[in-house]
């Protein structure tokens, strides 16, 4: 198993910016992905990015160009940079750490973006 810890939400108006980070127990090359999800109240989980140990990365369209998923290795920690805010990204932000037959998941970090 892995432990993930995230922090960086908070509030923001819109077109702000906010950096997320997700740290997580062991190394990012054993871990299959690391993901990033949101949830908004009254609305399912929804995927927002990935990137895998490999360094490919993926994310939903309705954050393409304005979210980018990074990582620094030696830190065994994955970021979600998070621009051009809208109020529609509020949601609680989890990391994800894919490790092939069991998903962990992260205490999550609220998002909240006023108009």
């Known amino acids: 198993q892995v432990q993930l810890v995230e922090s960086g939400g908070g509030l923001v108006q819109t077109g702000g910016s906010l950096r997320l980070s997700c740290a997580a127990s062991?190394?990012?090359?054993?871990?299959?992905?690391m993901e990033w999800y949101r949830q908004a109240p009254g609305k399912q989980r929804e995927f927002v990015a990935r990137?895998?140990?490999?360094?490919?990365?993926s994310y939903v369209s309705s954050v393409e160009g304005r979210f980018t998923i990074s990582r620094d290795t030696a830190k065994n920690t994955v970021y979600l940079q998070m621009n051009s805010l809208k109020p529609e990204d509020t949601a609680v932000y989890y990391c994800?750490?894919?490790?092939?037959?069991?998903?962990?998941r992260g205490q999550g970090t609220q998002v909240t973006v006023s108009s």
């Open positions: 062991r190394s990012l090359f054993s871990i299959n992905a």
């Open positions: 994800n750490a894919d490790l092939g037959q069991l998903v962990q």
């Open positions: 990137m895998t140990s490999r360094g490919s990365t």
